[in-house]
């Protein structure tokens, strides 16, 4: 079965810095991978997906994640984090066809000021 | 607007009651999945339906039961609630043929209270 992990339940960044989240998949074969973002009483909006045409997935709102077969990672980042960034994030894993997402436990971003 | 309508956007009932939550997906979309989140569970898959059939079962309780209707719109029963039924449930929807990655595009939720 495919699986998710989302190490940290809680970041928190100063604005301006670095976002990282992590995410780790089991797969026993390539998955595709997502990104989903939920801010406060919202549903979740897909920031960016990976399905193996490029290691390197940029997505929306300055936001790209990195495929690391190696390393079995899928890990978010933003070079500069901003007050609008601070939200819920989903790390979630998928087969091929029309199958539902499995998803992490989720990581909640703060951005101090 | 993701496209994706969820009504009620809250609810609130009492233990031992039924409600039906109801999800449009989005135009064209014939996969509908509905998924519970709470706090100590997260996001949890509970069903999909694909063109008014079953397509696969998540951790759906068997006092909760979904629907596709022929005009694709779909609904989610849940009976003989308890106080741990109190979650967001969301309905998403994929498009119909999917090439490669199944996106999922959701709804803003339906909030239960239980009390």
Not at chain 2, 41 to 62: C, H, M, S, T, V
Not at chain 2, 84 to 112: E, H, K, M
Request: glycine share 8%; with cysteine; proline share 4%.
């Amino acid at each position: 079965a495919q699986s998710v992990t989302q190490l940290g339940s809680h970041v928190s960044v100063s604005e301006g810095a670095l976002v990282l989240l992590r995410c780790n998949y089991s797969s026993s074969v390539p998955p595709y991978l997502f990104w989903y973002v939920q801010y406060p009483n919202q549903g979740l909006q897909l920031l960016l997906k990976y399905t193996s045409a490029a290691t390197l997935v940029k997505g929306i709102n300055g936001f790209e994640a990195e495929f690391k077969k190696s390393e079995t990672s899928f890990h978010l980042t933003k070079p500069s984090a901003h007050m609008s960034d601070a939200a819920e994030y989903f790390c979630a894993v998928s087969g091929t066809g029309r199958r539902a997402l499995t998803f992490g436990s989720g990581t909640r971003l703060q951005v101090q000021p | 607007d993701s496209g994706v309508t969820q009504t009620p956007k809250h609810l609130i009932t009492a233990t031992g009651q039924r409600v039906t939550l109801r999800c449009s997906p989005r135009s064209g979309d014939l996969s509908v999945y509905w998924y519970q989140q709470s706090l100590d569970q997260g996001l949890q898959f509970l069903i999909q339906y694909y063109n008014g059939e079953e397509r696969a079962k998540g951790n759906i309780l068997e006092r909760f039961s979904a629907q596709q209707f022929p005009d694709l719109h779909s609904e989610l029963n849940l009976s003989s609630l308890e106080l741990g039924d109190s979650a967001l449930y969301f309905c998403a929807s994929s498009a119909t043929i999917p090439s490669g990655a199944n996106v999922l595009t959701f709804g803003a939720g339906s909030r239960l209270t239980v009390l």
